[in-house]
């Protein structure tokens, strides 16, 4: 049960709790509001509590600092402007008191977990991060209609009910809030989400670990910190965490992410695997109306301008991303397919579809002759290396070496992931439809004058990646285009107690 969500986070300690004249168990605040139990404090040193409306017998969260007055201000604004918009998505300030000697902000109870809370267990499924951050953004759509912004997003402030509904909680009164700031933290939780990292940089400071990154400070994308994550919704979240790229409205992020939404609907967490089902159900999504002039309903038209939005956001909005819009900084040539539409599979492989390809400088085969069939047979435990060798540049013996694989028809392709028993190795993906030459176990490639040809076909460069610290990357596919063949071809190798060699433990290709 976590309600502490509220305020910015900070990576340090949090201001301490003035508590003289502080409330105490059973005491009934403003006649009406009685508190049962104190949950803990926020990190802008507010009290936490859980409590009862006597009046209309509902569980309350109430949320009170000290002192009130001017110091208060804020606080108190911010839930007054909240109170104003009913959205399912967004929590129901239910009153927002100011006695001087303590101000209080009492809002819907929401039974469940903070984002945060979630991911220390690990990543999210990739829908189950989608459907947080297609609700977030419907309940920030619905914000920057009226003209304000949120301003305080974080894994704190969404909290995930144990019926499956996202609330999104703690709105600040702050002039300096933008719209675009709302949005780059939109894609901030969907990278926790989907990485159980924070972008700190990006974001600002939380108790979730920093994202991933490398000697250069850059962040990595999802796709490399985690396997399983779609490649769209691996571009999304880097371009909206990209200050280079610009942000879509929320309706047109709605609409972008909506195109992850299962048959059926959102998945609800309150299931066996979910971790929620111990929780009793959240509040009722819209609260009751308190008076006409504190509250305003998002209408059927709202929803209609969202959906519309959407659609053509899907076609419009973050579309592409170049190389220098990266944040993981590696130098791609292509982004991901995305004319093609349709659900994303991996391709089953045998070991008949994956052949050894080396240059044409050297013939040397040893153990590498054999077992080229366990880069596709599901088992990461199995692995196929290369020869070892004195230096980096394979001792300067060949241009590199890789693996031909063959989808036995042109495919639209999402991805290629690669997994490695070792970190550190540079790797190019090539595709094409020219049906290579090919000789037996082994083919031999030629890479003269920038050319990559297995045989007489010539398989142009889709993308290059190096490791770095990474044993797991994934390549996006050629944009665009259905290919047959894909070589991932290895042009630096790592260093293993004193020796440079690679081993290659699954290839997974991801199509659509």
């Not at 709605?254 to 059926?264: C, D, I, K, N, Q």
């Not at 008076?291 to 579309?319: C, D, N, P, Y």
């Not at 001792?395 to 042109?410: M, Y």
Request: net charge negative; charged share 20%.
């Amino acid at each position: 049960m976590t309600q502490n969500g509220e305020g910015q986070e900070a990576s340090g300690a949090a201001p301490q709790v003035l508590t003289f004249g502080a409330p105490a168990v059973g005491e009934v605040l403003a006649e009406r509001y009685q508190l049962e139990e104190h949950i803990n404090n926020d990190s802008l040193g507010r009290q936490m509590w859980r409590g009862v409306d006597v009046i209309l017998r509902r569980p309350v969260a109430v949320v009170l600092r000290y002192p009130g007055g001017e110091s208060a201000s804020e606080m108190l604004s911010a839930a007054v402007a909240a109170s104003r918009i009913v959205h399912p998505h967004l929590v129901g300030v239910y009153d927002a008191i100011d006695e001087d000697d303590r101000a209080y902000v009492v809002r819907e109870w929401v039974d469940g977990s903070a984002l945060r809370d979630l991911v220390t267990d690990g990543p999210l499924d990739p829908d189950r991060a989608a459907t947080i951050a297609c609700a977030v953004a419907d309940a920030i759509a619905a914000i920057h209609a009226t003209g304000m912004a949120h301003g305080n997003i974080h894994p704190g402030t969404v909290l995930i009910a144990g019926d499956g509904r996202v609330v999104l909680t703690d709105a600040r009164a702050d002039e300096a809030t933008t719209p675009e700031a709302d949005l780059r933290a939109i894609g901030a939780l969907l990278y926790c989400a989907l990485t159980g990292h924070w972008p700190h940089a990006e974001a600002g400071p939380t108790s979730v670990p920093d994202g991933v990154r490398d000697s250069g400070g850059n962040l990595a994308a999802p796709r490399q910190v985690r396997g399983g994550v779609p490649s769209y919704l691996d571009e999304l979240t880097t371009n909206l965490l990209n200050p280079a790229q610009p942000v879509p409205s929320a309706e047109a992020l709605v609409g972008e992410l909506s195109r992850f939404e299962p048959a059926g609907g959102h998945p609800l967490f309150a299931n066996d695997e979910s971790g929620f089902h111990g929780f009793e159900s959240a509040a009722t999504a819209i609260v009751p109306p308190r008076s006409s002039s504190r509250k305003m309903v998002v209408g059927v038209a709202g929803l209609v301008v969202i959906a519309i939005a959407g659609v053509f956001g899907t076609t419009q909005v973050l579309s592409k991303h170049g190389q220098q819009g990266s944040p993981n900084g590696s130098q791609s040539s292509a982004s991901p397919s995305k004319a093609h539409k349709g659900p994303i599979t991996d391709l089953k492989l045998s070991p008949d579809q994956v052949h050894i390809l080396d240059d044409s400088n050297a013939r040397q085969h040893n153990e590498r002759d054999t077992g080229i069939g366990k880069i596709v047979d599901g088992d990461a435990a199995t692995t196929w290396h290369t020869d070892q060798y004195n230096s980096s540049d394979f001792g300067k013996l060949r241009s590199g070496i890789g693996v031909l694989v063959d989808l036995g028809a042109e495919k639209h392709v999402v991805s290629v992931k690669v997994q490695s028993s070792t970190p550190g190795a540079t790797l190019e993906l090539h595709a094409g439809s020219t049906t290579p030459t090919i000789a037996n176990t082994y083919t031999l490639v030629t890479t003269d004058n920038g050319t990559f040809k297995i045989g007489d076909a010539d398989l142009p460069l889709v993308g290059e990646v190096n490791q770095d610290a990474r044993s797991t990357v994934v390549l996006p596919g050629p944009p665009d285009k259905a290919v047959r063949y894909l070589a991932v071809w290895i042009t630096k190798l790592p260093e293993v107690s004193g020796y440079y060699q690679e081993g290659i433990q699954e290839v997974t290709v991801s199509v659509q």
